[in-house]
């Protein structure tokens, strides 16, 4: 009775440092995002995927990266983390395409110093 | 540009009294809309949602209406309890994008006092 699991919860990096957010989702969910949320805002899309090895681009792309080689896991790639990527990270899932009603893990809250 | 707007960042509300909480949109494509309720140190939780061919939608002490024509919908929360509290959060989504264009307001902080 997971749902979606989340690590690590928090984390501080150096800028120019790089790390890994892990995903992963026990329902057999064929959608997964990231999403990023900033003080005072709401939720911004950073990546989502559709199934695995299939990704694309949200809102916020810039400065991350993703892969999906299987179902159950979505990692999100900080590359040369910055200030600006201080933020909380959630990870979800959802069955379908459907009408946006999303599972969510814990969150990840990173600042970069 | 915030296509979705809760402009109320906070409301305190008396325990067994109405909660309402607001939300305004832009965009005439939005056609589902959601609400979602966050607990600190906790990932958002569906709550409730309501498509655009409806004006209500209720579930137990939950109601959300949507006034297309305002471009407005509002949670209605009754009688609302200490266990409300939390954040709550508007999101839609435009015709045929699904979850992959889901767009969220700021949140706001409901405090139900006991």
């Known amino acids: 009775n997971a749902g979606v699991t989340q690590t690590p919860k928090f984390r501080i990096l150096k800028i120019g440092q790089s790390m890994t957010l892990q995903c992963t989702q026990d329902m057999n969910h064929n959608y997964m995002y990231w999403y990023r949320q900033d003080p005072g805002m709401g939720l911004k899309l950073i990546y989502y995927s559709v199934g695995a090895g299939i990704t694309d681009k949200g809102e916020v792309p810039n400065g991350y990266n993703v892969s999906r080689t299987t179902t159950e896991d979505f990692p999100l790639r900080l590359e040369l983390a910055a200030p600006s990527q201080t933020s909380v990270y959630f990870c979800?899932?959802?069955?379908?395409?459907?009408?946006?009603?999303?599972?969510f893990g814990e969150g990840s809250r990173l600042t970069v110093l | 540009d915030q296509q979705v707007k809760q402009n109320s960042p906070s409301l305190s509300v008396q325990e067994g009294r109405i909660s309402i909480l607001n939300c305004d949109y832009t965009?005439?494509?939005?056609?589902?809309f959601l609400w979602y309720k966050k607990y600190p140190a906790e990932g958002p939780t569906f709550l409730i949602s309501?498509?655009?061919?409806?004006d209500k939608n209720e579930d137990g002490r939950f109601t959300v209406f949507l006034n297309k024509s305002a471009k407005h919908l509002s949670l209605h929360i009754v009688p609302s309890q200490p266990g409300d509290s939390a954040v709550y959060f508007c999101a839609a989504s435009a015709r045929g994008s699904g979850a992959n264009n889901l767009f969220f307001g700021t949140g706001t902080r409901l405090t139900v006092i006991p």
């Open positions: 979800a899932s959802s069955l379908d395409r459907g009408t946006g009603e999303l599972f």
């Open positions: 309501i498509s655009s061919i409806k």
């Open positions: 965009n005439s494509m939005f056609d589902y």
